[in-house]
């Protein structure tokens, strides 16, 4: 008997617009023969799930729908979680999902919710070794001076959403004179806000992902764009060039590759993660760790899957049943 899955998407955040690309994405690599693939969106105007073209509501009481054609109550078996941004990557959906026992393929709540907030997972992983960038932290509450942080970091820095992603309300900011903008800027996407120091040199990402059999490490993918970074026009309208395998030593790969898998295994992490690094000289900088990364057709890890010789449908079949 075939089994249900739903492909959660949606989201409270602006980064729902990605999410439905990586739904679209995961849709497609999902293996159809074997299951029974149900669209679920999450927004804050209620859960919905699209049924052979049709709308239903979802009953968050055990996680199912009640199928008005077939008379059926159908119930979830599995959820593959891509929602970029709250509720499903800050660990809330996971916690909901562990309250009625419903595997998942993300990272757990508290790995989720450690991975979500930038700043006190890349402070969290300084302790392990891990070279990140100097960083302040800003909630609303807080009292900031222009002139103390451009003393303390510099320009240019980063200004970014701290429990959000980084496509939009990120700034680099090139002058005091812009800071403060950008703050608020930021601010309008999440409460608290992350500001970093700028770190020059050659971007790279590397996926992994883990079952209870084997350990998987992708070919690092090289992030070259003319933007001033890797933003929203970058990720998504093709202003970028992504080259996998990266153009960078066999010994810098090892090492970042070896620097992923420790990474997965401190944050506690589950199914594909992703994670983000700034080569400055010899040294690499992690930048953030997104446990729940884009799945379009063109996103970092369906390329990196193709370099290494694996076919996606099969990797996103492993990660299901390893839930099992």
Not at 53 to 80: C, E, R, T, W
Not at 245 to 260: D, H, V, Y
Request: charged content about 25%.
């Amino acid at each position: 008997m075939k089994r249900n899955i739903a492909i959660v998407w949606g989201g409270y955040s602006s980064e729902a617009v990605i999410s439905a690309k990586s739904m679209a994405g995961i849709y497609s690599f999902l293996d159809k023969e074997r299951y029974n693939v149900y669209k679920v969106k999450i927004v804050k105007e209620g859960w919905t799930v699209d049924a052979d073209g049709q709308i239903y509501p979802v009953d968050k009481n055990d996680f199912s729908f009640m199928h008005p054609i077939l008379s059926v109550k159908v119930k979830f078996d599995f959820a593959y979680i891509t929602i970029h941004g709250t509720p499903g990557e800050d660990g809330r959906l996971q916690g909901f999902f562990d309250m009625i026992d419903i595997p998942y393929s993300t990272c757990g709540m508290m790995a989720s919710a450690l991975t979500m907030n930038k700043f006190i997972c890349n402070n969290f992983l300084k302790n392990f070794g891990v070279t990140v960038a100097d960083s302040l932290y800003l909630n609303k509450d807080t009292k900031y001076s222009t002139k103390e942080i451009a003393d303390r970091l510099g320009f240019p820095m980063f200004v970014k959403p701290n429990t959000g992603g980084s496509s939009f309300a990120t700034t680099k900011v090139k002058s005091i004179e812009q800071l403060e903008e950008a703050i608020e800027t930021s601010f309008k996407e999440t409460s608290d806000v992350i500001i970093e120091s700028y770190i020059g040199g050659t971007e790279v990402t590397c996926g992994s992902y883990k079952t209870k059999n084997k350990e998987v490490v992708f070919p690092l993918t090289e992030v070259v764009t003319s933007n001033d970074f890797f933003d929203y026009k970058a990720k998504y309208e093709g202003e970028v060039e992504e080259i996998t395998p990266a153009r960078i030593s066999e010994e810098m790969t090892q090492r970042i590759q070896s620097l992923t898998s420790k990474i997965y295994d401190l944050v506690g992490a589950k199914g594909i993660i992703r994670a983000d690094f700034i080569i400055k000289g010899k040294t690499p900088y992690l930048l953030e760790v997104n446990t729940t990364p884009g799945m379009t057709q063109t996103s970092f890890v369906p390329q990196q899957v193709a370099a290494a010789g694996l076919n996606i449908t099969e990797v996103l079949t492993e990660i299901i049943e390893n839930e099992f």
